[in-house]
């Protein structure tokens, strides 16, 4: 059975810091593993997905890896933003069903 | 080219009553996703529909939810007798197709009193 989770559950950090979210999956067997952004109250907003034969997809001031082997995924947030501010959920997919199993998710406090 | 629509955005509801909510995927995606989100909780996976077909549903889908797409195209989610426990956000997401990436609306707020 598949379980996913993220550390930490929250973080606070000033404008322009580079940060890294952790994502961690017990089942290596994974077809893809999606990001998300959520904003409070509203619904998610896809990021980033790499299928399992990659190694990290990019996109904008976002990189996001993929380590079956350890069943790990990190994302990468280069020079944060206010903007940024929101909750960062991970969800890993398996080759036997097409459901995501998603993480608690990292709460991202931006300050200026 | 709109997104995943759904609605309505809040319900408030008495326990004991019925409820349905509605989503219209994107379209032409042919998979159709329901989730269940609490508060401080990640979202946790209901049903999904391949077109009319319904291909899997969780336990956490008890009898008295039920889901349907019977044109392929939009879907409702309806919880009889709610519960308390039933308040959490609902969730749909679309997919063109199957292990593809998941699109989401915005949710529907559920409010059992």
């Known amino acids: 059975k598949q379980e996913v989770t993220q550390i930490p559950a929250a973080l606070s950090v000033p404008e322009g810091e580079n940060l890294v979210l952790n994502c961690s999956f017990t089942d290596s067997a994974i077809y893809n593993l999606q990001w998300f952004r959520q904003d409070p109250g509203k619904g998610l907003t896809s990021l980033l997905l790499?299928?399992?034969?990659?190694r990290e997809q990019t996109s904008g001031r976002l990189n996001a890896s993929l380590d079956k082997s350890s069943g790990r995924s990190t994302l990468y947030i280069a020079a944060s933003q206010p903007g940024d501010s929101a909750t960062y959920l991970c969800?890993?997919?398996?080759?036997?069903?097409?459901?995501?199993?998603f993480g608690t998710g990292t709460r991202l406090q931006v300050f200026p | 080219d709109t997104g995943v629509s759904q609605n309505p955005r809040h319900k408030i509801t008495k326990r004991g009553q019925n409820v349905t909510f509605r989503c219209d995927p994107i379209?032409?995606?042919?998979?159709l996703y329901w989730y269940r989100q609490t508060l401080g909780q990640g979202p946790e996976f209901l049903t999904y529909?391949?077109?009319?077909?319904?291909?899997?549903k969780s336990r956490l889908l008890s009898d008295r939810f039920s889901a349907e797409r019977p044109k392929g195209s939009f879907s409702t989610l309806e919880i009889q007798r709610t519960e308390q426990g039933d308040s959490a956000m609902y969730l749909c997401?679309?997919?063109?197709?199957?292990?593809?990436?998941?699109?989401f609306g915005p949710g529907t707020r559920l409010t059992v009193t």
């Open positions: 969800a890993a997919k398996s080759y036997n069903t097409d459901k995501l199993i």
């Open positions: 790499i299928q399992s034969s990659q």
């Open positions: 529909f391949q077109n009319e077909a319904q291909l899997e």
């Open positions: 379209s032409e995606h042919n998979r």
């Open positions: 997401a679309s997919s063109l197709k199957g292990l593809g990436e998941q699109y």
